[in-house]
T-cell receptor, first 113, second 113 residues
Framework: GDSVTQMEGPVTLSEEAFLTINCTYTATGYPSLFWYVQYPGEGLQLLLK?????DKGSNKGFEATYRKETTSFHLEKGSVQVSDSAVYFC????????????FGSGTRLQVQP | EAGVAQSPRYKIIEKRQSVAFWCNPISGHATLYWYQQILGQGPKLLIQ????????DSQLPKDRFSAERLKGVDSTLKIQPAKLEDSAVYLC???????????FGQGTRLTVV
């Protein structure tokens, strides 16, 4: 079945550091790929998405590129802020996005001033 | 625009008791999902509705869990009887349709003692 593997946390960075959170997936067909974020005390919210190979999703300075050859969708940000501290979930939706989301286990990011 | 509403926010019950959670999706959203999120893990799909019909309930433990979505709007998820391992956050999400962006509620945190 479909599955998502993401790097374990917590990830602790200083403000303005470069962020990478690795995510790889297994799916039949061509899934849509997502990053969701959960800030403390809030619900899950969509951060960015990509629906086909080589697409780049971006939002709030975060980026991720859909790499079909390596089945990866790594999240990056050039300069993190304290306000980026949250739990980040990589997810996929199988059959070109027509199925419910399958999530990774989440990566907690802590940014120190 | 109002988001996905869930109640209660917190619930503590003893094992073997029953419990019900309620979800009111965003108006006009045809697709509704219930997810279970155990501490330290990503959300896992329990059931997906399209209007008031079940699309996917393959991961719902049907011996103790049930869900319904009357009139294609609100939904309830019930556990009877509860076990210790049911302690988790139960998330409801909705979307305009399959493949559209899913919006999540804040969840109900269930503790079974």
């Amino acid at each position: 079945g479909d599955s998502v593997t993401q790097m374990e946390g917590p990830v602790t960075l200083s403000e303005e550091a470069f962020l990478t959170i690795n995510c790889t997936y297994t799916a039949t067909g061509y899934p849509s790929l997502f990053w969701y974020v959960q800030y403390p005390g809030e619900g899950l919210q969509l951060l960015l998405k990509a629906t086909k190979a080589d697409d780049k999703g971006s939002n709030k300075g975060f980026e991720a590129t859909y790499r079909k050859e390596t089945t990866s969708f790594h999240l990056e940000k050039g300069s993190v802020q304290v306000s980026d501290s949250a739990v980040y979930f990589c997810a996929l939706s199988g059959i070109a996005g027509r199925r419910a989301l399958t999530f990774g286990s989440g990566t907690r990011l802590q940014v120190q001033p | 625009e109002a988001g996905v509403a869930q109640s209660p926010r917190y619930k503590i019950i003893e094992k073997r008791q029953s419990v019900a959670f309620w979800c009111n999706p965003i108006s006009g959203h045809a697709t509704l999902y219930w997810y279970q999120q155990i501490l330290g893990q990503g959300p896992k799909l329990l059931i997906q509705f399209q209007n008031n019909g079940v699309v996917d309930d393959s991961q719902l433990p049907k011996d103790r869990f049930s869900a319904e979505r009357l009139k294609g709007v609100d939904s309830t998820l019930k556990i009877q009887p509860a076990k210790l391992e049911d302690s988790a956050v139960y998330l409801c999400a909705s979307s305009l349709g399959t493949g559209a962006e899913a919006f999540f509620g804040q969840g109900t945190r269930l503790t079974v003692v």
